[in-house]
Antibody, heavy 117, light 111 residues
């Protein structure tokens, strides 16, 4: 069974840092591009970042560029999101998603990040 | 404000049909595949339609997708109360780099 499990969310103060992880199983992780997508409370989906299968291509939304870093470890079947200089507007549920046939084909259950003093 | 434009809400009676529109531009919908997602309350989004009109395994044929120019449409027939959810369209924007973009979401109410 294809599965994505996020972890690492929590409460952090403005200006702080947090590292999210996404553990993948049930498919050949190293063959797929992976994304992070977030959803602020009561709001819609917002694409955050994308990383290609070999980490050769990395993209970020303007809202997080320079503050967030996406990475992956294909040997550990894991995706990461290092979030620095966090702001209140970064408060959201963060989902990792497998990209397949030009779509966000498989989603994790999400991990909640709350930025508040 | 989202890059892709969807109506905030739609409603219809059980058994009826509903359509949800998604409008974009030449840099996103016009030159890329569109996908659709269903998000039931308190759950993660789930893929309904990919590559404009294809359904993943397990998605009933009550759900359909189409695309024309810079717009796409999700259709749902034989509405059921369990279809009450938020629906999102998504695609890629090639104006600057391969960024993902979503619509603002449409709340479907089955009356």
């Amino acid at each position: 069974e294809v599965q994505l499990v996020e972890s690492g969310g929590g409460l952090v103060k403005p200006g702080g840092s947090l590292r999210l992880s996404c553990a993948a199983s049930g498919f050949t992780f190293s063959s797929y591009s992976m994304n992070w997508v977030r959803q602020a409370p009561g709001k819609g989906l917002e694409w955050v970042s994308s990383i290609s299968s070999s980490s050769s291509y990395i993209y970020y939304a303007d809202s997080v560029k320079g503050r967030f870093t996406i990475s992956r470890d294909n040997a550990k079947n894991s995706l990461y999101l290092q979030m620095n200089s966090l702001r209140a507007e970064d408060t959201a549920v963060y989902y990792c998603a497998r990209v397949l046939v030009s779509s966000w084909y498989t989603w994790g259950q999400g991990t909640l990040v709350t930025v508040s003093s | 404000q989202s890059v892709l434009t969807q109506p905030p809400s739609v409603s219809a009676a059980p058994g009826q049909k509903v359509t949800i529109s998604c409008s974009g531009s030449s840099s996103n919908i016009g030159n890329n595949y569109v996908s659709w997602y269903q998000q039931l309350p308190g759950t993660a989004p789930k893929l309904l339609i990919y590559e404009n009109n294809k359904r993943p395994s397990g998605i009933p044929d009550r759900f359909s997708g189409s695309k024309s120019g810079t717009s796409a449409t999700l259709g749902i027939t034989g509405l059921q109360t369990g279809d009450e959810a938020d629906y999102y369209c998504g695609t890629w924007d090639s104006s600057l780099s391969a960024e993902g973009v979503f619509g603002g979401g449409t709340k479907l109410t089955v009356l």
